[in-house]
């Protein structure tokens, strides 16, 4: 009888003592786990990354299948744990892609460059190469890790031409977007001033300021010009002012810097897009709660003016215990468009969806849009693809595919007929070969 209670006793101690030390490790290995991010982040903000980090391991995450328009598609996802810094709600990573020279460019939001050839993706593991730049000049390493929206905002390569958009601290706590260019080498990239605004955005309260709504996106639209769209820092009223350039999608030239107004009446640009064919310019944009909106620019010439924050399909946020009757004093919100001399938006989505950036392509001999989404979860959007097809300049046959991540970037490279994505949910980059 003692036998076995010495027995059970050893038998139950093995069993507690397990118990605590796969415990232990467990601690360990995630006391491991965000000492590497905090050194990864350390690197990051010290902006000596490039020395120190090298490249940026991506390896196969999964397949996943997509439905568009009754022909199967696979989105392929490769995943890294490096680029955890993120700019937006519920993402680990956000980070913006382009294509130059058989090569895929990505830059992080607080200014890591890297790149890959496009045949990388056709392993199950690769390296981007990080490329040195002297960004961390530009960028406040002090307000990047303090400010959740501060930093970079779009990348376009023309040429061997970068450049780059990011949320400038012109004054001091007085904000706008401004544009940095430079000269695509084997080595590094020098970046300087290409468009820095004589105007910015005082932070005032946060009811009245917020990065958040910055715009940035950039778009060459020929030779001579590219197009750049701002919002209006939440300083709602400057979107009507003709004299300001928050709010408005505008035109600057590459040579003497000159700038015209394009369109107005915009809150949070998200997405740009030309159509080389008609000319056309598709934009994408983040209402208040509800009125995220697709925009098309078909009169260059003239300003087009989409009626922020007169006219909107959404309601200004409400908090707990303050009055925002106010603030539909000044900006109506009314729930119609036309009826007040401005442009109807091609579609709009109440609730919102977390608008992001649209891509135009040729699919089956058919133009088609796809309109990527940042909804923070399936509740509060969609975290989806939304693609339409387009009839003279019109959205037709609306149909959503689900993918479960918030899309940040996207990018449509014709030669090789490929789709990339930014899946800042996962920290992956997704491929999509049609």
Not at 290 to 308: R, S, V
Not at 314 to 335: C, I, M, V
Not at 368 to 378: A, C, H, N, Q, R
């Amino acid at each position: 009888m003692k036998i076995k209670f010495l027995v059970s006793a050893l038998i139950l101690f093995l069993i507690i003592t397990s118990f605590f030390t796969f415990n232990y490790i467990n601690k360990k290995k995630q006391k491991i786990l965000n000492l590497e991010n905090q050194i990864v982040d350390l690197k990051i903000e010290k902006g000596n990354v490039e020395d120190k980090i090298g490249f940026i391991p991506f390896k196969y995450l999964e397949n996943f299948k997509l439905e568009i328009f009754d022909n199967s598609l696979l989105l392929k996802k490769y995943k890294t744990n490096l680029l955890n810094f993120t700019k937006g709600f519920n993402g680990k990573g956000s980070s913006y892609l382009e294509f130059f020279n058989n090569q895929l460019y990505l830059v992080t939001a607080n200014g890591l460059v890297a790149k890959t050839s496009l045949e990388s993706f056709d392993s199950d593991e690769f390296n981007m190469q990080v490329v040195k730049t002297n960004l961390n000049e530009f960028l406040n390493q002090k307000k990047m890790f303090t400010q959740l929206a501060y930093g970079v905002k779009d990348i376009m390569i023309e040429n061997d031409k970068i450049y780059i958009s990011y949320t400038d601290e012109i004054k001091n706590d007085c904000f706008n977007i401004s544009l940095l260019e430079g000269k695509i080498l084997n080595d590094k990239i020098n970046f300087k001033y290409f468009f820095k605004p004589n105007s910015c955005i005082k932070k005032d309260i946060e009811r009245n300021f917020s990065l958040h709504q910055s715009g940035g996106r950039i778009v060459n639209l020929d030779n001579d010009n590219l197009l750049l769209s701002i919002g209006e820092f939440r300083s709602r009223l400057l979107a009507q002012n003709a004299k300001s350039i928050n709010g408005k999608i505008i035109k600057i030239n590459k040579k003497n810097k000159n700038i015209k107004i394009v369109s107005m009446g915009h809150r949070n640009p998200q997405g740009l897009f030309l159509d080389k064919d008609t000319s056309y310019i598709y934009t994408s944009e983040h209402g208040p709660k509800g009125g995220d909106e697709i925009n098309i620019i078909i009169n260059k010439e003239k300003i087009q003016n989409f009626g922020w924050p007169i006219s909107s399909y959404g309601e200004h946020y409400e908090r707990p215990g303050e009055d925002n009757s106010t603030l539909y004093k000044s900006a109506p919100l009314h729930k119609s468009h036309a009826n007040y001399g401005f442009i109807e938006p091609e579609k709009n989505f109440t609730p919102s969806i977390g608008i992001s950036e649209l891509i135009l392509l040729n699919f089956l001999k058919q133009k088609t849009l796809i309109v990527s989404s940042m909804g923070k979860d399936i509740s509060e959007g969609d975290m989806s693809l939304h693609i339409y097809k387009v009839h003279d300049g019109s959205l037709k046959n609306h149909k959503v595919i689900p993918i479960n991540e918030r899309v940040r970037d996207m990018i449509y490279i014709e030669k090789k007929n490929m789709i990339f994505l930014f899946l800042e949910s996962s920290t992956s980059i997704g491929v999509i070969k049609l």
